[in-house]
């Protein structure tokens, strides 16, 4: 340990009586890191529940927080505001109408698809065969 840092701690322990840093300057935290643990656990439990829901939760537990607050902690975690798409789930019948056959639904390539490979060999001489897989 340098010397210059043992000269500080003494003269700290000489004014100050004791070795604790002060506190720092600024706004204190709204709330605790227990409670910031707890929305995001509330969050990925559940991940339709609203910043309301939970601020209501928080609220019976006696900690009074803005949902603005709730949803900075949220998006600091990337648990980011996402509505899910509402739509019909397929019963047995469904996917069974002609609706769904094979001839009347279009495949659909993601990701780039397929690929195709092609060699062609080119001579001054003759013409070669291209071959195709």
């Known amino acids: 340990m340098p010397v210059s840092t043992v000269q500080s701690l003494i ?8 070795l604790n840093t002060k506190p720092r300057s600024g706004r204190p935290r709204k709330i605790s890191t227990k409670t910031a643990r707890r929305i995001v656990q509330d969050a990925k439990k559940n991940p339709q529940v609203t910043s309301g829901e939970i ?3 928080l609220e019976k537990d006696g ?7 709730i949803r900075q902690y949220l998006n600091k975690n990337e648990l980011h505001g996402r509505v899910a798409r509402k739509k019909p789930l397929l019963s047995q019948c469904h996917k069974k109408s002609p609706a769904y056959s094979e001839e ?18 080119v001579s001054s001489k003759r013409q070669r065969e291209s071959c195709e897989d």
């Open 63 to 69: 900690v009074v927080v803005a949902r603005s607050t």
């Open 55 to 57: 601020q209501a939760a």
């Open 104 to 121: 009347n639904t279009i495949p659909k390539g993601k990701h780039g698809g397929g690929s195709l490979r092609f060699w062609g060999g």
């Open 11 to 18: 003269k700290k322990w000489k004014i100050l009586g004791s």
